[in-house]
């Protein structure tokens, strides 16, 4: 397979001046007419006519009215054109409903749709389908369908004809058509220059009452992008779709958004409260994106972190105004380490601007979004909040109209403020996380702090450079009181120390506070002090951090040395969760425990070879010995904290009943069973009812309730997602695969529905100790179904190889066990480009 280079980019030599497509559309034999004005750009070093194009059955061509023959070549086309502007017109044909890969125009629930980034264009006509390539469309959308929906504004519309014209130049990724038999949730926004624009959200007929809490998210996104930002929307319609068979979450085509129907439908008796917090995210990611991402978007894919790091900060950031700024942070941290930092420490590692790539697709990776996302937040923290809103108003006014590049987006940074990014810039072009090592000392009032910084070898980067870390960092007083606030420490060398001066004691420091950079802090503390720091930072995240550490110390200790749950840590529980005057959201968050790939990555990290099923025990034996900690009181906590009345999916009662579920699961290890039963018989919304079936299953007592479930919901395929995923997500680690396998033979199970598969094989992933059982049954389930789905959809198999890579991890045995399950993928015959280059890596 052919592997792509940042180092070979050229621009296309035309420039595309105008674009019209009409759609004949029929099931199996779409026809798709282009009628595109081309002009050959006079200084061009590249003069060839290619057009990419993939699946199509090319009917004609021509050029300026000519009938032309053109070269069809791996790929697309060449073709001999004018050296002056000419149109060039072809018709093509192609199969909507044969395609199951759901790139460019498909068919799901008998709807036609699209999804055209990265590279899906091409499979509908061809295009010069790169970013960089940016044109006005029109679009003349001919069929049967009620609704023909298309980006930009409406132009008119007939029996059996709709037109559309958006007159924002775009790249083709963000072409969109949708055409169905579909119902709007219509609203509308008043922009702050009071310009109307008329609100859509399009369901399959039945859903409409699913749409209430995404159209208010919408507004909110809207409201929050001009008060923050200053971004207004720019045309006089904005669609949001919900379509079921999606790839990912949700795509940000030009006023035509189109959503993983997960991603957007809402209610309560359906959705939990993290399902309305992520809702709520998405819907905001994708319309930030208006701005960064389709008014500046990116010169080509390697720099995908421009429109992806930027939208996921932008998203992070009114996710934090809308709820709590540090549950928010809290979690984003949780995420990046069971996501991001894994692949930063694996064969997949690769830095935030890849520099090669044989297809795209695998690149829409934790490393490019959160990573991303993470060094955005270290420029703004590095340049402070005023400096940063400069630059970005710099960014809008200089790049509008335009597909950018990072060093395009640095140099906005560096003209605003006057600093030199040189080696700022290596976030981006270094794969790894760095470790941190603290070492302190302390002599005549004056304290001071080293910090070494290292970062291991990635593939293809052996050796690494120091980089720019903002460590933000306080001191606190042997009593608690903080006797330095907030100070950002800038590290920009392999070595560095800093002094606190006039201190009347050692003090105890407070080190990446809100996680400032994403890098493994190392230092040697004992666990007396993470429970001071628990008790008494004032910076809420690195209070969580130190419970989170204490946690960790003693899942390792109990899992390398036997040792019986740390009693301190237990009491230090104890007491956090009776106090009232703590945020129960937060509360929640210290109570959850580390995951189990979690202690995996951290036994790791410190040269042991984890053993899932100790990891397993040690979780379940101190899990066990906090419910029995607690037992007196837990009935009353519990109590305290049902959230009663009508169902609101706000932050604050969401964080109520977060920890109420905390407190059930706990609960249920003591009482067999009896309140998850009640609570399960009185839920009138999903998230109590999933917290009581997730407690009985987890207990192995909740097969009334799972059948219960599954009699009331099986229509409605978002929550039959759940009931496949919780069945193998609570399932012990010996019943885990088996658990997955009869699941995969239900009459539900459907291997072209992303959210289905996902459902079952994410949960298997998921379940650590049940994935990696010594069986290895779980391994060759993964690897069967893989390799069926490969030939049904690429982009979805491949994204769900990562599943296997941390093998490296593990003990001979296990590694041999994936070995031999990823070479069988390897060598299947007509293996997709996409499965092929995820299992050449992970293998290598
Ligand atoms: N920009 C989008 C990324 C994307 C995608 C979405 C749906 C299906 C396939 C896709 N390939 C790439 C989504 C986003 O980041 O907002
Ligand atoms: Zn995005």
């Known amino acids: 397979p052919q592997t792509f280079y940042l180092k070979d980019y050229t621009p296309f030599g ?9 759609f004949r559309l029929a099931p199996e034999t779409t026809r798709v007419l282009s009628r595109i004005r081309f002009a050959p750009k006079p200084d061009a070093a590249e003069k060839t006519f290619f057009l990419h194009g993939e699946d199509l059955q090319l ?48 068919m799901s629930n008998r709807m036609y749709c699209t999804q055209c980034e990265a590279e899906g264009f091409r499979k509908i006509t061809y295009y010069p389908d790169r970013p960089d390539v940016m044109s006005t469309f029109s679009v003349r959308i001919e069929g049967d369908e009620p609704v023909m929906l298309s980006n930009g504004n409406p132009m008119g519309q007939g029996e059996g004809w709709a037109e559309w ?26 922009t702050k220059s009071g310009k109307e624009v008329e609100l859509n959200i399009w369901v399959r007929p039945g859903d409409e009452n699913k749409c209430a809490f995404g159209m208010e998210a919408l507004k909110k996104s809207m409201k ?104 928010k942070r809290i979690d984003d941290v949780i995420t990046l380490r069971a996501r991001q930092f894994p692949e ?74 006057g600093r030199d990014l040189q080696q700022f810039k290596l976030w981006y072009s270094q794969a790894g996380t ?84 994403p890098v493994i802090l190392e230092r040697d503390t004992t666990n007396a002090e993470r429970a001071f720091l628990l008790a008494h930072d004032t910076d809420p995240f690195n209070r969580w951090e130190a419970g989170n550490a204490l946690a960790k110390e003693t899942r390792v200790a109990m899992v390398l040395d036997g040792a019986p749950p740390d009693t301190a840590y237990l009491d230090a529980l104890e007491k956090l969760v009776r106090d009232d005057d703590q945020d129960p959201a937060f509360r929640a968050l210290v109570l959850s425990p580390p995951s189990q790939a979690d202690i995996a990555q951290t036994l790791h990290e410190r040269g042991h070879t984890p053993d899932p099923q100790k990891i397993y025990d040690a979780a379940e034996t101190f899990t066990q010995t906090l419910a029995q900690q607690l037992e007196t009181s837990l009935p009353r906590l519990y109590a305290a904290k049902t959230v009663e009345g009508p169902y609101s999916p706000d932050a604050v009662s969401a964080g109520k009943r977060a920890l109420n579920g905390r407190l059930l699961s706990l609960l249920t290890r003591l009482d067999g069973g009896e309140q998850a039963v009640r609570q399960y018989a009185a839920a009138d919304n999903m998230t109590q009812q999933y917290a009581a079936l997730a407690a ?47 699941l995969t033979q239900h009459a539900l199970f459907d291997m072209k529905n992303p959210n289905r598969f996902r459902a079952v094989f994410g949960a298997l992933a998921g379940n650590h100790a049940g994935f990696h059982h010594a069986s290895g049954e779980g391994y060759q389930l993964l690897a069967d179904n893989l390799i069926a789905l ?33 070479t069988r993928i390897a060598n299947t015959e007509g293996l997709s480009r996409d499965t092929n280059e995820m299992v050449t890596r992970i293998l290598d």
Not at 78 to 101: D, K, M, R, S
Not at 391 to 411: N, P, S, V
Request: proline residues 6%.
């Open 59 to 106: 009917i004609s061509v021509k050029i300026d009215g000519q009938d032309v023959k053109p070269r069809l070549v791996d790929g697309g086309l060449t073709c001999e054109v004018p050296g002056a502007p000419f149109t060039w017109e072809a018709e093509v044909e192609i199969n909507p409903a044969g395609n199951t890969a759901l790139e460019g125009l498909y």
């Open 165 to 190: 014209h958006d007159p924002w130049p775009k790249p083709a990724y963000l072409f969109a058509l949708v055409a169905g038999d579909l119902v709007n949730y219509p609203g509308s926004f008043t």
């Open 434 to 517: 760095p470790r941190v090592k603290v070492s302190e000392d302390y002599a005549d009032g004056s304290y001071t702090l080293t910090f070494e910084q290292s970062t291991p070898p990635t593939p293809g980067q052996p050796d690494k450079a120091p980089r720019v870390i903002p460590v933000a960092v306080g001191l606190l007083s042997p009593n608690g009181d903080e006797v330095r606030a907030t100070e950002v420490l800038e590290l920009t060398e392999a070595k560095q120390s800093f002094t606190f001066d006039g201190l009347a004691s050692k003090p105890v420091p407070s080190i990446l506070r809100e996680f400032s950079a």
């Open 696 to 742: 009985l299953l987890k207990a192995e007592k909740g097969e009334v309730q799972s059948r219960a479930f599954f009699d009331q919901w099986q229509d409605d395929r978002l929550v039959m997602d759940k009931w496949f995923a919780l069945q193998i997500a609570c399932a012990a680690p010996e019943k885990t695969a088996a658990t997955a396998k009869a």
């Open 344 to 417: 930063d420490a694996g064969p997949l590692a690769h830095p935030p601007r890849p520099e090669q790539f044989q297809e795209i697709n695998n690149f829409y990776t934790a490393t490019v979004y959160e990573k991303g996302a993470e060094v955005i937040g270290m420029l703004k923290r590095l340049v402070g909040d005023d400096n940063y809103y400069k630059a970005l108003k710099l960014y809008f006014e200089r790049h509008d109209g335009q597909a950018c590049t990072i060093e395009d987006w640095l140099k906005v940074f560096e003209d605003a403020t």
């Open 14 to 22: 035309y420039d595309v001046e105008s674009v019209h497509l009409t």
């Open 790 to 822: 490969d030939k049904l959809n690429p982009q979805t198999t491949a994204r769900m190889c990562a599943a296997y890579q941390t093998w490296k991890r593990y003990d001979a045995g296990r590694q041999s066990l994936i070995r031999a399950q990823l």
């Open 224 to 327: 929050w992008d001009e008060d923050v930002y200053g971004l207004e929307y720019d045309l006089e319609l904005f669609n949001i779709v919900a379509v079921d068979d999606f790839n990912m979450g949700a795509m940000e085509n030009k006023g035509l958004n189109i959503f993983n129907s997960s991603c957007v439908l809402a209610s309560p008796e359906t959705s939990t409260d993290a399902n309305f917090e992520r809702i709520e995210a998405i819907i905001a990611h994708e319309y930030f994106h208006n701005w960064t991402g389709n008014r500046i978007t990116c010169r080509d894919w390697f720099q995908l972190c421009l429109k992806e790091g930027l939208t996921v900060f932008r998203d992070a950031q009114f996710t934090s105004d809308m709820r709590s700024e540090p549950v």
